[in-house]
């Protein structure tokens, strides 16, 4: 547990990625089996609450407190604090002998191992149990091991470690890809005994065919104008770019899973669609769209639907997802992945074609012979749910990940309006001594005819460090408010903001919310007054969310 | 009980709080008040407790020197220094000054009048502070306190600790420059300290904020190794040295000279998690120059008071716990005394 405590205490604290994941990569070369796997799962996917026994901790908690600590003393310190496990970690007596700090700290006994702890839990027939056990190793823990034990037990510890940092340290520790382990990852366990045997050369690779599990995905470039003299146009494909989110649907004897593209199962959202798949055997790719009459809905109508445990009839009703595929990873047993992409294509409309499928379409070819007539066929296209254009190399095999060449997306040319930045906030990490992350906004006018600033959105990226520095200092030479790490700033600097679209939002103040905001360029040169107004704005919305006039 | 202590009259008929601060009607002072008197008694010399602008000032020398350094000599009237133990007697009162083991030169306000007594503790703090006098424990009838930690969450582990642990990540992390966010007075020079006392020889770095005071110590018999001043080292990026500054230049350009610095916090408040994230700081180090909930509570009980007073901080938590022990528990809430010296 000392070790584990030691990993979450710094992996809170530590800001940069790179540290992050060598903290990460000499604990899973330090630790024994199966610590290291049972940590690498609280990191990732959370320890199963089923191995523990599915632990009522909050009741557990407060059984074992009320008997040293007057509840008012508790409220007041929970609310200070602001967590639970933490403030019981500071709160709990130190019954075990306090330790003279100038020696070296004693072994830890065996019983406090992760692997020791888990299977003690598991043992525990009754609440009553394990509500004894948990207190014996609270007492027998410093306050940093009663907070990591808690968190452990708790599920996800959250110190700002994404699943994937936590895979990529699993796969840097033992030299491997971390495509490799994604490609096993859903058919793995906590503690993951067979997948460190495996990483560290000393067992077979773990058998995951014939489960439904998550393949990582091929990822496109953005296309830049350098690419394009590289490119033969008869080498490739186009697809249109769909407004929606990818995901795979990864389906095996009767049991289907929906991924997204991080590999993230959001099944639970979508019950319709993995009912679809329950009669199919097949990995297959696509865009998840909100679809009425076959028309695709905007993006705000799929946002409904997302992050969803449990899903109404209602919300099925009246959001009718549907999913275009465009790739065909698994036919039955087969793995297509390492056949061209003309030859997946074919497999794929073949497969439609044999099991006409409910709720499922084909993402069409836009047939084109250049990227002059391509670039004409876009111009002309005005249709709801595109966002853009894929450019796949027609003899390419599915790789993981985004390799140069391969595949592109290339999106229109973004909006851009004229902004007046209003506030800053510090930003993260190396930027943390910079006002990095700006606010800005239009000119609207108000009831008494005076023009106000209302803020429109929000960006953080755009600018070049030299910019950065630029911009710094012109925040704090205009702070006009402070408020914590964020400053109000005169109305003085207009920010040429670019954006892919712009939606009706009622948790605005504007009534608007921008997607992928940027800064484009940063007008020095244009005085505030002339920046854009909020009428400029609304005209961008499409024409069902335009405000009456 | 004695005759004459039932005759005396109750501490509220003569020590109270006033629009000023603590007010001492029998002895015609305030006690580290936050607008200008005529004559104030300083317990230590962190601003929120000595202000400029009084008639006349009562404090150690230490403090004295203090306020002449930081608020200049013309800061007050006249200057009066009354060492530890010795006794004035102010009109009505005697008032004597005791360790209170929170900075240099920090006292508790001792008051007897008619065999009954009051000690006012200013900050105060029982942990080892090789800084400054420890703090020494005054019975009396009526105790003031301070409630800065005054949550149960709040059991600082030893500060040696932490300091060790500043020493364990400069040789972990030997290219990187080691930034000690600290208070500049009392909280920067037992850092120091403590770093000297771990057995850190080399040079320490300190932000010019941090220059005088840390001279002032060493006037006042303090040593604290040899120190040097960031802006006469030789342009570089101290890359493995420690630099002391003010825990706000920890996120101010000044910062960003430094190699790829780690960025650590000394200060009570790191105990809490969400506080050391919410100041982005890397290296949380708990060291606090206040009482933790647990010297609290074994002061007030060893005082033998049976009436406490709480100055500022988490008077909440503290007066629930005295008054569910049997001591009568009455909250000041006086303002201007906040925890911006933590
Ligand atoms: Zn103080
Ligand atoms: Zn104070």
Redesign the interface.
Known sequence: MRAFAQLLEDL????SRNRKLSRMVAYFRSTPDPDRGWALAALTDGVPQAVLGRLPLRRMLAELTETF??P???R??RD????TA??VA??WP?RTAAQD??ESPAPEPPALGLGAIVHAFSNCDTTAQSTRLLGTLLDHLD?QGRWALLKFVGGAPRVGVSARLAKTALAEAFGHDVAEVEEVWHGVEAPYTNLFAWLEGKGPRPDVDGLPIFRPVMLAHPIEDDDWKSLAADDFVAEWKWDGIRVQISARGGQVRIFSRQGDDISGAFPEIRLVFTSHDCVADGELLVMRKGEVAPFNDLQQRLNRKVVTPRMQSQYPVHVRLYDLLFDGKEDLRPLPFTERRHRLEAWLQREKPLLVDLSALVPFASFDELNRIWAGTRAEGIEGLMLKRKESAYHAGRIKGLWYKWKRAPLTLDCVLMYAQ?G?GKR??YYSDYTFGVWRMTQTGDQELVPVGKAYSGFTDEELRHL?KWVRDHTTERFGPVRAVSAGLVLEVAFDAVQASARHKSGIAMRFPRIHRIRWDKPAAEADTIEAVNALLPQSERPPN | MTALRRAAAPFHTWLYPDDRGLYCAAGGFHIDPHQPVERAVITHGHSDHARAGHGAVLATPETIAVMHARLGKESAGSFQPLPYGETITLSEVQVRLVPAGHILGSAQVVIEKQGCRAVVSGDYKRAHDPTCRPFELVPCDLFVTEATFA?????H??A??EA?KLLHSLEEQPERAHLVGAYGLGKCQRMIKLVREAGYEKPIYLHGAMVSLCELYEACGVALGPLVYVADAERGTLAGELVMCPPSAL???W??RFADPVTAFASGWM????R??QQ?????LVVSDHADWPELVATIRETGAGEVWITHG?D??LG??LS?HGVKARALSIVGWDEEAE
């Open positions: 809170g604290y530590i800001q600590i007057d008012v003393l508790y007041l310190s200070y604090v602001g967590d933490e403030t500071l709160l130190h700090p100038s306050t510090r993260a943390s001594s710094d | 949550l149960p969450v709040f059991q582990e030893p040696e600790h060790r996120r101010e350009r910062s960003r105990r809490i998690k969400g050391a994230r982005g700081v890397e290296l949380p988490r909440d938590a629930h716990y569910t």
